[in-house]
């Protein structure tokens, strides 16, 4: 089966690389230092590769040894975690130029993209599928390992609250718990901390909420001089698109962030609050994707532009 396959890959392979979504969230920083530990124990050494990441994931085990780069050219064998697609793979010539590929991924919309593709949507966390082929393999779980799988949960499923949340994941949060992850700590440290800059941009996007489609629809943004004003660092963005999420009535909350390499484009982020609409659908329709309750695209155009592109496809695909 694939999980033996990938056992088989990661043995013959002398040299592995770990890579993951650009703009890594706390899911995919953590499932990228939970492989790396775990690979140690099978007695293989691994090379991370992120671009650059949010200061708050600072405190998880091993994480200095994340590069940059690489000099190797061509490894044996690249695994790519929670990215659902190679457009948005951070680094992606490693993977291409690779011998070798792995995806280990919970996105729906995983176009499976590498030799062998471990995809489970029905997993709240690309970290929680690891936790089970990590036990699968044979490897303990200690607490630093622990500490990167949960993060990668308590991030994804907003501290155990989203419906994607199963028993299963308070089944190992509980023996996490008691092998000595303080999921408290990760918590606080990862949703319950706002940066200075984080909590000046939130007051922007407070101000600049519009409640569309009689209060359905919460849409706001934020522009690159926006984010130079408040002296924004790599993460400081995270969490707002929750802020319209969380208003009474609001369906659907709408986040767009200028894209800093590109003026003209939009980062979307929406989240919906009702298991009759799937903004992963939406997202797809702008070549994006996600989860049928948390999904993103990349749309060219103005504030305004994309705003109305963005309400056509909502009344069109989900007739709100
Ligand atoms: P975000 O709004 O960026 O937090 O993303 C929400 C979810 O959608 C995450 O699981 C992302 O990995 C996924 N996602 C975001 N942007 C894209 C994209 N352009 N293509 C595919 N999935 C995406
Ligand atoms: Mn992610
Ligand atoms: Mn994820």
Redesign the pocket.
Same mark, same amino acid.
């Given at each position: 089966m694939t999980l033996d396959e990938i056992l088989e890959e990661i043995k013959n392979a002398k040299q592995i690389v770990i890579l993951t &979504?650009e703009?890594p +969230?706390g899911? @995919?920083i953590g499932s990228c230092l939970a492989t790396k530990l775990a690979l140690k124990k099978l007695g293989k050494s691994s090379d991370i590769i992120i671009s650059k990441y949010a200061k708050m994931y600072d405190f998880l085990p091993s994480i200095n040894e994340i590069m940059k780069e690489s000099q190797v050219e061509k490894y044996d064998l690249a695994i790519s975690l +929670?990215? @659902?697609?190679l457009?948005?793979l951070d680094n992606k010539e490693y993977f291409e130029n690779a011998k070798k590929t792995i995806i280990i991924d919970h &996105?729906g !919309?995983n176009n499976m993209y590498a030799d062998i593709n471990y995809v489970n949507p029905a997993s709240p966390a690309c970290a929680e599928i690891l936790l089970a082929i990590f036990s699968y393999f044979g490897i303990e779980i200690d607490q630093e390992i622990g500490t990167c799988i949960m993060t990668g949960i308590i991030t +994804?499923t907003g501290g155990m609250q989203y419906p994607s949340t199963t028993a299963d994941t308070f089944e190992y949060a509980a023996d996490l718990l008691r092998k000595g992850v303080n999921i408290s700590d990760i918590c606080k440290r990862t949703l319950n901390t706002k940066t200075k800059a984080n909590f000046e941009l939130t007051k922007m996007v407070i101000d600049r909420m519009e409640l569309l489609e009689e209060g359905k629809v919460a849409f706001s943004y934020i522009t690159n001089e926006d984010l130079k004003k408040v002296d924004a660092k790599e993460g400081d963005h995270?969490g707002l698109?929750n802020i319209g999420r969380e208003i009474e009535g609001v369906e659907i909350s709408i986040?767009i962030r200028q894209k800093e390499e590109n003026e003209e484009e939009y980062?979307? !982020?929406?989240?919906s609050n009702s298991d009759q609409i799937n903004v !992963?659908d939406i997202?797809?329709v702008?070549?994006?994707?996600? &989860?049928p309750r @948390?999904?993103? @695209?990349?749309i060219k155009g103005d504030v305004e532009q994309v705003k109305e592109k963005l309400l056509y496809s909502i009344k069109k695909i989900s007739k709100i």
């Open positions: &979504h703009t +969230d899911d @995919a +929670d990215c @659902a697609t457009k948005r &996105h !919309s +994804d995270e698109v986040f980062k979307v !982020s929406m989240r !992963s997202c797809m702008y070549g994006g994707g996600g &989860h @948390a999904a993103g @695209a990349v």
